[in-house]
């Protein structure tokens, strides 16, 4: 009993850790954020408004919302000599590379905030990561494709100000398409928590050794990379490109179940949801709208991931095996219209995954009982034996 929700003996058991931010039902496909459900956030609160949730644990009120966003808006520029860093990195460098890098060396700019025993210093980190990420993934768009840096625009929302970042010229004004401000912003609140998954395992476990929250945001963003967690939609979209027609998914659903095939179905199936994943459904709805406002109705890949979706949930192995879309399935097709590049689909979840990762972070290292993070082992190696001297081996 941990007062709201019920758990059976054998899953505590299997839980890493106590925390209060984020609540998953597996079974029923539930997501709520600070006891809010997933649904209402997307739908009434700004991304902005929800970072100051997962953080403070309530939602803020309007003056509380207000000094919030002022306070991100003017921290959203990086310190100057931060541009040589991207300038060091190859311009074909994947961005996610460029992401841990960059996010790492904030380490080396900000010794003015690292007693994060102070709730001040905290704070002002807090903001700093809010407020820099967006910058940070920008500018390694605009280096990947040979324009130069955009400077932040603090008369625009953190959305808004996002894609002048990232589709703005020196050459003329940008004012970002409402409808598409709109569907960045819910991207990046279905993307701002998830409970103990792999990257924000790896950021707790990396503070819980006193690292600063900037190295071990860093870590985070390394972990998420990999294609079985934040480079799925990047993968997702690679496959439906692959299987190309509706004709030939039959053919890729026998090869997600077939063993001897190492080929899953990329955006299916979690590790915890055995429904729906709730983030998926929104997410088919914000694509369905961008691609409305954009005159995309018969987008090719839509109708593909659509089609295959139907398919697989009819299957009996994907049904057996209670796999669904989960939050990578429509998010490449949805981030795609909108025109940003494949490639940076990992580097936008991690923009977004920056406020959990900070807020499981900090609810670590104030918990009095943490202690450093120490998983132990089942040894299945060679028992005890002496070394034999190298000129008696043979
Ligand atoms: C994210 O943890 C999080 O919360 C992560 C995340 C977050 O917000 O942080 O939600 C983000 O990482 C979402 C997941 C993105 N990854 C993908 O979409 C990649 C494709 N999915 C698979 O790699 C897979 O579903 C995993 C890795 C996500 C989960 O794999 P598991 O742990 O094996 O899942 P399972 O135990 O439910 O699988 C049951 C069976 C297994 O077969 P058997 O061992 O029972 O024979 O279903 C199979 C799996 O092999 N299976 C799949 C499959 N996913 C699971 N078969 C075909 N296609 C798939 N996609």
């Given at each position: 009993e941990t007062g709201h929700f019920t758990y059976d003996p054998g899953f505590l058991s299997t839980a890493s850790c106590r925390s209060s931010i984020t609540y998953i039902d597996g079974e029923k496909g539930e997501l709520l954020y600070r006891g809010y459900p997933i649904e209402q956030l997307a739908e009434q609160c700004s991304f902005i408004e929800v970072a100051y949730l997962l953080r403070n644990g309530e939602l803020p009120t309007k003056t509380e919302l207000e000094d919030f966003d002022n306070r991100v808006r003017r921290h959203n520029m990086l310190h100057d000599q931060m541009n040589r860093f991207f300038t060091g990195f190859r311009r074909d460098a994947h961005p996610m590379a460029v992401m841990v890098g960059v996010v790492g060396a904030l380490s080396a700019f900000?010794?003015?905030?690292?007693?994060?025993?102070d709730a001040e210093h905290r704070t002002v980190s807090f903001i700093r990561l809010v407020a820099k990420m967006p910058t940070i993934v920008a500018m390694a768009y605009k280096y990947n494709v040979g324009q130069p840096f955009m400077y932040p625009r603090n008369d625009l929302g953190y959305a808004a100000n996002f894609l002048h970042m990232m589709f703005g010229t020196p050459c003329e004004k940008y004012e970002p398409n409402p409808v598409l401000v709109r569907a960045m912003d819910v991207i990046f609140t279905l993307h701002a928590d998830h409970e103990q998954n792999a990257s924000t395992s790896t950021v707790r476990l990396a503070g819980s050794s006193g690292a600063n929250p900037f190295a071990c945001i860093s870590a985070g963003i390394a972990c998420l990379w990999g294609p079985a967690h934040g480079g799925a939609n990047e993968a997702c979209l690679r496959m439906l490109e692959e299987i190309g027609d509706v004709s030939r998914v039959g053919e890729y659903i026998e090869r997600a179940k077939d063993k001897n095939d190492p080929f899953k179905l990329m955006g299916f199936g979690h590790r915890v949801y055995k429904n729906y994943d709730p983030r998926a459904k929104l997410m088919r709805q914000i694509c369905h709208e961008v691609l409305q406002e954009l005159g995309l109705e018969n987008d090719r890949l839509f109708k593909l991931a659509m089609a295959l979706e139907k398919i697989a949930l009819e299957d009996e192995y994907f049904v057996e095996k209670k796999l669904y879309p989960n939050v990578d399935f429509y998010s490449g097709i949805v981030q795609r219209a909108i025109g940003i590049p494949t490639s940076m689909f990992t580097c936008i979840f991690a923009l977004a995954r920056t406020v959990g990762w900070f807020t499981q972070w900090e609810e670590m290292i104030t918990d009095p009982e943490y202690k450093i993070g120490r998983p132990r082992q089942l040894y299945v190696g060679a028992p005890r034996r002496d070394v034999v001297p190298l000129d008696a081996r043979g």
């Open positions: 900000y010794h003015d905030v690292l007693d994060f025993s």
